[in-house]
């Protein structure tokens, strides 16, 4: 059986024009950007494989070479990614101010959630606390990465930051933040403090909720 000859609130196109895309799982917004399935598999069961091989959605859009899908829908996936990526880049960038704790856990989820290796990011602002920049910083194994407080002051410095937030997710996909977490922290706060830059959180990326460090009075 085709997705045509499923019943119309089941299809992904239907699905998500009734309900929102939001309604629809990782494979069905696959479904959507590939158009068709191949090999005898129906979109949605392409889309469910690819995910399986991978090892989830954020591995599956960072492969390189890409997954054998077709050059039009890689190109259509790696354009909705982007697509993504800008708009909540210019909803951080067209605030005043960035004094909302959510609006910067939402977007440093958006870019560190799902990678199967630890990955460590900082937001750079200026001295009214608007958006300079985000950059990834460093990468490490899945059980951690090494951050050099050096490179962050130098970044900070060369982006004219007059404050930060930091990011790093954890693959296991608990935010909960261990002993080196705050550790380091701590030591980045030290160095920033040197540069006059301030420290305003540190946020562990997670499955659920990224946790605040500065909400859990580490900061």
């Given amino acids: 059986m085709t997705i045509r000859d499923w019943p119309s609130a089941e299809r992904p196109r239907e699905k998500l024009l009734a309900r929102g895309a939001t309604a629809l799982s990782d494979a069905e917004l696959l479904a959507v950007f590939l158009g068709s399935g191949s090999h005898g598999r129906n979109a949605i ?50 605030r005043e101010t960035l004094h909302d704790p959510i609006a910067s856990a939402r977007y440093l989820k958006s870019r560190l959630a799902g990678y199967p290796y630890e990955v460590f990011g900082c937001l750079f602002l200026d001295a009214r606390h608007r958006v300079i920049t985000f950059e990834e ?79 859990r009075g580490w900061l």
Wanted: hydrophobic fraction near 45%.
């Fill in 45 to 94: 069961e392409l889309g469910r494989d690819l995910l399986c091989d991978a090892g989830g959605l954020r591995p599956l859009l960072d492969m390189h070479p890409k997954p054998d899908i077709g050059t039009v829908a890689w190109c259509r996936l790696q354009g909705a990614l982007e697509v993504g990526r800008r708009y909540l880049d210019a909803d951080l960038r067209e």
């Fill in 137 to 215: 910083l460093f990468r490490g194994s899945i059980v951690g990465t090494h951050v050099h407080p050096r490179e962050v002051v130098r970044r900070c410095i060369a982006h004219n930051a007059a404050a930060a937030i930091l990011a790093h997710n954890h693959p296991s996909g608990v935010a909960e933040p261990s002993a080196e977490d705050i550790a380091i922290t701590t030591r980045l706060r030290e160095a920033l403090d040197l540069i006059d830059v301030r420290l305003l959180d540190h946020f562990v990326i997670g499955d659920g909720v990224p946790t605040s460090l500065a909400q």
